[in-house]
């Protein structure tokens, strides 16, 4: 199969690539990889990340004109609408749902939905505009979680636990996000979780339920574990609550990344999306039970019908954890190196150290997941020895930063 592949995720297109398809590359600037024209691509062309969907199309229909296409695929949720307009314009089959990633990607609408079917929920309202943020906070009650309606990555989340958190929380959103639109949600106590799932057609496989670990204050994650440490009861009861929030949604055909928290009045849904975990979470799955994630998905990604390769169960059969390295200061220290990454690679335990900060990087607060510096993957017999391991060895590692004083405090000669 000749396949157009539209954004990133380049594990999936390494796996389409192996599965013997040729590969051809749409990719905006910001996303470009300096390593994409040695990839296993026929040809890449980069778009500037402002060009609109008839630039898009229109080097697609240029590309296939010359050698036509097979299938288009996508992977990440910021290229879906532009997948579906090339596949519209080219007439070339591609197996994402712009309708489903409309109703997980808008927050209120998701939470309607699920109302209106009686999945249990939260206290939620939307906002838009600074006005009307004190009535939506009055209605739900404090502590409560303030988030762009259709944001990722932790950008903008905040929590409020009195009126004098507010400014901060707007100050954290920005003005547009706020006159857009942003959820106001109850605070959801208890354990966070996430649920890998992949839908062939109607039918939801679950893959793994991984335990979460997120900063108090940023909600940026720190680490992710699996398999979640649950007893039969509540794995139970996480699985079934998904299923059904899935059902609901319509997901079909598709991966899924749902992320929930267990209260004391059960499984409680944070949000959903149509698409693989980030955070290194499918590497994890592979090592803990191996299923390859991104292999199933770049195969659904052209229509293939991946049934006969999931196992029913699918079972773990050791724990793996990822930890992140998350130093946080001002931008006037700039990153000279990382020490010690060599010995922490050698530590058994270890499956993989990644640097997502090179030299030069500015040390930066950490407020959302591009913020963190590195992360260290790690096996084990167990999960809690995993994640004991993986944490240990990021607190191995040294970062070594330099500092120079902001322009407006040096002196002149």
């Excluded at 024209?37 to 229909?61: F, I, K």
Aim: glycine share 8%.
């Amino acid at each position: 199969m000749r396949v157009l592949v539209v954004g990133t995720n380049r594990m999936c297109h390494d796996r389409l690539h192996a599965q013997g398809h040729e590969l051809v590359l749409l990719v905006p600037r910001g996303r470009a990889s300096p390593q994409d024209p040695a990839g296993p691509y026929r040809h890449v062309v980069v778009l500037d990340d402002e060009a609109d969907t008839g630039l898009w199309t229109g080097v697609a229909q240029v590309l296939h004109a010359a050698a036509p296409f097979d299938a288009v695929a996508a992977f990440n949720e910021h290229t879906y609408r532009i997948v579906r307009a090339v596949s519209d314009r080219l007439g070339v089959p591609t197996v994402v749902d712009v309708e489903l990633f409309e109703r997980v990607l808008d927050k209120s609408r998701t939470r309607e939905i699920l109302d209106k079917h009686g999945v249990p929920g939260c206290r939620h309202r939307l906002a838009r505009g600074r006005e009307s943020l004190p009535a939506a906070i009055r209605a739900v009650g404090l502590p409560c979680i303030v988030k762009p309606v259709d944001g990722e990555a932790s950008a903008g989340v905040a929590r409020i636990d009195s009126p004098a958190d507010v400014d901060a929380a707007l100050l954290r959103l920005g003005e547009e996000q706020v006159e857009r639109g942003v959820m106001v949600e109850e605070f959801l106590v208890g354990a966070e979780f996430s649920v890998e799932a992949v839908s062939v057609g109607t039918r939801h496989h679950v893959l793994a339920i991984t335990r979460k670990f997120r900063d108090d204050r940023t909600f940026v994650e720190r680490g992710h574990l699996v398999p979640a440490p649950l007893d039969a009861a509540d794995e139970e009861a996480v699985t079934r609550y998904v299923e059904r929030v899935l059902d609901v949604l319509g997901f079909h055909d598709c991966p899924s990344h749902t992320e929930i928290v267990l209260t004391d009045r059960g499984p409680r849904i944070i949000e959903t999306h149509n698409r693989i975990g980030g955070d290194a979470i499918m590497d994890l799955v592979e090592l803990a039970t191996g299923v390859d994630v991104h292999d199933l998905v770049a195969r659904q990604s052209i229509g293939e019908d991946v049934s006969a390769l999931l196992p029913e169960p699918v079972t773990a059969h050791r724990g793996a954890a990822v930890w992140y390295a998350d130093p946080s200061g001002p931008p006037t220290n700039t990153l000279v190196e990382v020490q010690e990454v060599e010995r922490v690679r050698r530590l058994p335990s270890v499956h993989r150290v990644d640097l997502l900060k090179q030299p030069g990087s500015p040390q930066t607060a950490v407020l959302q997941s591009g913020d963190r510096s590195a992360r260290v993957l790690t096996t084990a017999d167990t999960p809690a020895e995993a994640l004991r391991h993986a944490q240990e060895a990021v607190r191995t590692l040294r970062f070594v930063y330099s500092w120079s004083a902001p322009a407006t405090d040096r002196g002149t000669v």
